[in-house]
């Protein structure tokens, strides 16, 4: 885990989250796109996790903060303010996405970014938290756990994903059962 980082469009915001962290993995020598990217967090969910945010939905659901779960297709293109899930895009730059939501008890920001390094890309994944009362803050003490240990599976299994589908740009569908296109 590293610091959340500078140059991303999130850093003038970044003071005023209380939380933040971002994780870093390469991908080698291309440059995929904004879209790829979207694709490629969608497409890195963990089974393990997918079960753990159907729980969170049950609960949230009761406590009438916002959930939802992803689509069964992904299509292209993606457009800033098109929601997925329980993430909107907020904003889409050819080496940076903006995904987050805001609700009562917090906002949530994450960040995915490509950036150069001495290897080719990286792929950097920062997360910002703005907790807003009691539940917030409760909130994220119950899943800050979870939350670290599925961003560092989902950066990784990106990574990856990006890798493995350089010339990918077609209509993804999402196997369920498994949680991977």
Request: charged share 20%.
């Amino acid at each position: 885990m590293s610091r959340f980082p500078s140059t991303s469009l999130l850093s003038v915001e970044a003071e005023s989250y209380p939380y933040h962290d971002a994780f870093r993995a390469g991908i080698g020598d291309h440059l995929p796109s904004s879209q790829m990217l979207i694709r490629a967090f969608f497409a890195s969910f963990p089974g393990w996790a997918a079960a753990l945010m159907r729980l969170r939905n049950a609960v949230t659901r009761r406590l009438g903060l916002k959930s939802d779960n992803p689509p069964l297709f992904l299509t292209t293109p993606f457009e800033v303010g098109q929601e997925i899930g329980v993430f909107r895009l907020l904003a889409i730059t050819p080496h940076e996405v903006i995904l987050g939501q805001d609700d009562r008890h917090l906002d949530f920001r994450l960040s995915l970014r490509l950036i150069p390094s001495a290897t080719g890309t990286d792929l950097d994944v920062g997360s910002l938290v703005k907790p807003h009362n009691r539940l917030g803050w409760s909130y994220l003490m119950l899943v800050l756990p979870f939350h670290l240990l599925i961003a560092a599976t989902m950066v990784r299994r990106m990574a990856r994903f990006l890798h493995e589908n350089r010339d990918a740009d077609r209509v993804v569908m999402l196997d369920q059962k498994e949680g991977s296109f």
